[in-house]
């Protein structure tokens, strides 16, 4: 090839390179007007939405490449988190695991360590144990959910806002504390249902008289020998089961749908609820996690597959690391 043909098949490139990154920022431009409409976004001024929108097409270019390289098991979506830095989403939707959650239950013997009748795969949801997916920032009560209805058949939404309101010490659910909320439900003999104390996304003052109208409760609590998926597997077998992981990654976030094997430490900053388990048609073992996130714009409907019987003994972003249980 001739030097003049050199160039010119540089230059070439140049142009198409240029002419590909106006397509994508045109393209994220398009996508964030919309995306601000779905959502019902504004912003105070001209200044902010500049700085929102290069948040999103960061994301938005993330999501894009990521979907599009392919050979992988799970694809990730702009979602209503897209405009937010880093730190903004973990202070939203994260926060810093409560020390008490090392806290060991009265129960010194893990109950399913014998357990050996584990099938092959598992969703609470159809055996009736699993209330819908809720959008409650941080709080969790959907393992005493599960556990009072495999113990009575009586499936009840319980009370998040009473968990915010008076569980004191629980710093309110702030990112994980399960074991303060298990302590809490014990304490004050059980939790009233959400329709008597329903969510308002803030801490209040505790509503005595409502906090006083138990529906369920639990007697106890018992923990799962950490960084163990096998132990946790016996577990969920029985009950769903509260666990702790590292959910502020950008994959984590931006899930869509699929077998997430996404890149994530094991610095857990989020309570999440382990209803299942299975292996997906292209045969990656994966365990069944409900969310609290809502179920309109994240995962698959609220809900993430997350591989299961990885290498790291603590699981994929943690997720063996800290498992606990309710005692129905």
């Given amino acids: 090839m001739s030097d003049s043909n050199i160039v010119l098949f540089l230059i ?5 390179s240029q002419a590909m990154s106006r397509t994508v920022h045109e393209s994220a431009i398009d996508e964030h007007e919309k995306w601000m409409v779905k959502h019902g976004r504004t912003y105070k001024d001209r200044a902010e939405k500049d700085k929102r929108f290069k948040i999103f097409k960061e994301n938005f270019e993330y999501v894009h490449n990521f979907n599009n390289e392919g050979n ?7 979602n209503k988190y897209s405009d937010l830095t880093h730190d903004e989403f973990v202070a939203a939707r994260t926060g810093d695991v409560n020390p008490s959650d090392t806290v060991a239950s009265t129960e010194t013997v893990f109950q399913y ?13 159809t055996e009736g144990a699993v209330t819908a997916v809720k959008n409650q920032h941080r709080c969790a009560v959907a393992a005493t959910e599960g556990a009072t209805q495999i113990k009575t058949r009586n499936l009840i939404s319980l009370s998040e806002q009473q968990l915010l309101d008076c569980s004191g010490n629980n710093d309110g659910c702030n990112g994980g504390s399960k074991i303060s909320a298990f302590q809490y439900i014990m304490q004050n003999n059980g939790l009233t249902s959400e329709d008597n104390y329903p969510y308002h996304q803030t801490q209040g003052a505790c509503d005595m008289q409502k906090q006083a ?28 089961v509260v666990v702790s992981i590292e ?18 430490g094991t610095k857990t900053d989020h309570a999440v609820t382990v209803v299942g388990f299975g292996t997906s048609d292209d045969g990656i073992d994966y365990w069944l996690v409900k969310n609290s996130w809502g179920v309109e714009d994240w ?25 606990a249980y309710p005692i129905a």
């Fill in 72 to 78: 992988t098991s799970y694809k990730l979506s702009i």
């Fill in 213 to 240: 109208s138990q529906v369920a409760g639990i007697s106890n609590y018992g923990t799962v020998p950490p960084n163990s998926e096998q132990y946790l597997l016996k577990a969920v077998s029985n009950q769903p």
């Fill in 12 to 16: 070439a490139g140049i142009l198409v």
């Fill in 299 to 323: 995962g698959e409907d609220g809900y993430i597959r997350m591989q299961r019987n990885v290498a790291d003994p603590q699981g994929l972003c943690g997720l063996a690391t800290k498992p």
């Fill in 113 to 125: 360590a014998e357990f050996t009748d584990i099938p092959s795969s598992l969703d609470w949801r």
């Fill in 247 to 264: 959910g502020s990654g950008i994959d984590f976030r931006h899930y869509k749908s699929g077998v997430f094997q996404g890149n994530c």
